[in-house]
C-alpha cells in the first residue's frame, strides 16, 4: 500500500536494520522523505510542518521492533499519526427538532447538488428517515431543475418550485413544509459561485440564520487539492460549518486536501463521495486517506 514511501525509506534504514533503538538522526533523514510524500500529496505547508515535528517527537529513541524493519516502523508511526489527525467519521447530526435543517454550502461544481442528492437517499435507505430537498440557488435557472430530477431518481420528495422566491423564502417554505407534512429531515442545497465572495458568504449565512441548521456541511472536491483549504476556511469563517463532504475521491488526488482541512478547520470529515453515480457515498475511513497520502 505504502509501496512508494515504504521505499525511500528502506534505503535510508537499510545501515540501521540491527541497531536498537530510532536515533534522531535516522528518523530527522526519513522525515525528510516523509515531508516530501505529504507536499507531494497536497498537503498544506503549515500542517505537514506540524505534523513532522509531532511524528520525529513520537519516533525518536523508540525501540526498532524485531518482526518489522526500521522502514516499516517509521511508515506504522506516520501512518497511525495521520489517522489520528484524520479522525474519526463522524455522522451527520440528526440531533435536533424535526424536521432537521440540513444546510450543504460550497463552490459550484463541487459537487453540492449530487450530493444533497446521495445524503437524502443514505437517510432514507439507512435511517428510515423522511426527506424534503430544496434547492436554494435562484440565480441557476435550471439549479432547482435538476434537484427536482435528482429526486425523482431517488424517491425523495422535493419542494414545489415557485419562480421569484429569493433563498430565505424558499429555506423558510421549506421548513414550515416540513412541519406540516411531516418529514424528519430537510436538506437545503445553498447556491454556489465559481468563486468565493461576500455575496455568497452573507447569503448563505443569512439563510443560516434563518433556518438554524443542525449541519452545515460544506461540500469540497478533493481534485482542488489546496484550493480546497482555502474555500474551507472562509465558509468556516463566515458562515460556520459543522463537517465537511469530500467528493471526487474516486479521481486520482493523493487526499491531502483531507488532512490539511480537517487541521486547519478543526471540523470533521463526515462523507466521501466515490463517483458520479447517486449511490456512490461513503462514510469517512481516515485509514484509506492516509493511506492515499502516503502514496
Ligand atoms: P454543484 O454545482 O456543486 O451542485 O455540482 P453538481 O452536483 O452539479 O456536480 C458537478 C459534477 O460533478 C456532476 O457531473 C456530478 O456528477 C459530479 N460529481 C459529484 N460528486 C462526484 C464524485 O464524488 N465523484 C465524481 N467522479 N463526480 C462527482
Redesign the pocket.
Known sequence: MFEGLTGRLGDIFDKLRRRGALTEEDVSAAMREVRVALLEADVALPVVKQFVAQVKERAVGQEVLRSISPGQQVIKIVHDNLVEMLGEGVEINLNAAAPVPILMV?L????????TAKIALRLKTKERKKVLMASLDVRRPAAQE?LKVLGEQVGVATLPIVPGQDPIAIAKRALETGRLEGYDVVMLDTA?RLSIDEELMAEVAAVRDATKPAETLL?ADAMTGQDAVTVATNFNDKVGITGIML?????DARGGAALSMRQITGKPIKLL????KID?LEPFHPDRIAGRILG
Open positions: 460550497g459550484q461544481g463541487s459537487g453540492k447538488t449530487t450530493s435538476q454556489g461540500v467528493t471526487r475521491i474516486d479521481g463521495g466515490t463517483g458520479e456512490e
